[in-house]
């Protein structure tokens, strides 16, 4: 069986788990998704396909899985890690971002501020928000007037405006309530109450940040927004 397996220091780790489902297998049933633990494995020195010799469960955070809308989330936010850390050196804030996150899960009773919560930092770990208060084009503050610049992801001054293309209007509004997001607990952002209009821009945005970032398409992403969007 082929397990990727996202480490702290090591980025995403492809293995072979050979006879991992054989019952006296000292693998069996330990490699189920979103399962924490330690592990020993051989690096192969000609792929980069290693061999999984053992794996010791810490955490299986059954909370996350435990009701149809956390499950579609938490496998969202599995992807999205293992998309952001493949090959990756220094993948250990995305690690722990996602590991907190299974921690936090008995407490997540609203996916939808929650996913703003994880993508927000997700982005913020992949440099896309490098400052709420300096340009990133010029490095001058940023006043009135701000766009986002979508290729190059940062904010943009109104100075700057003319100079950098592919950039979109930003509500004052939607900045404040990133750089608040960024700045709170899960907690307290599960009790932001954002409007319609809000919702829709945030969404618009980093859902477009987030498929970019990816450079791939993010196939748990359709369910996640299906089950968000009023059932199957
Ligand atoms: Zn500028």
Known sequence: MLVNILTSDSGLLKTIAKGSRRLKSPLRGKLELLNYGALVYYPSRTSDLHILSQFDIINSFPEALNTLERSAFFHYLAELSSLAAYGEEGSGALFNLLL??????????????????????????????????????????????????????????????????????????????????????????????????????????????????????IKSKRFLNHILGGGI
């Not at 701000?146 to 190059?152: D, E, N, R």
């Open 100 to 217: 907190q996150m299974l921690g936090d899960a008995p407490d997540i009773d609203a996916i939808i501020p929650a996913r703003l919560w994880f993508e927000i930092r997700y982005l913020h770990l992949l440099g896309v928000f490098p400052s709420f208060d300096r340009c990133s084009h010029c490095g001058g503050p940023l006043g009135d007037g701000v766009k986002f610049a979508l290729k190059k992801p940062g904010w943009i001054c109104a100075r700057c405006r003319g100079q950098v293309s592919d950039t979109i209007d930003i509500e004052p509004g939607v900045m404040a309530i990133i750089s608040y997001i960024l700045r709170n607990s899960l907690n307290q952002v599960m009790k932001l109450k954002l409007s319609r209009r809000q919702s829709a821009l945030l969404d618009r945005l980093l859902s477009y940040l987030v498929d970019t970032a990816a450079h791939k398409k």
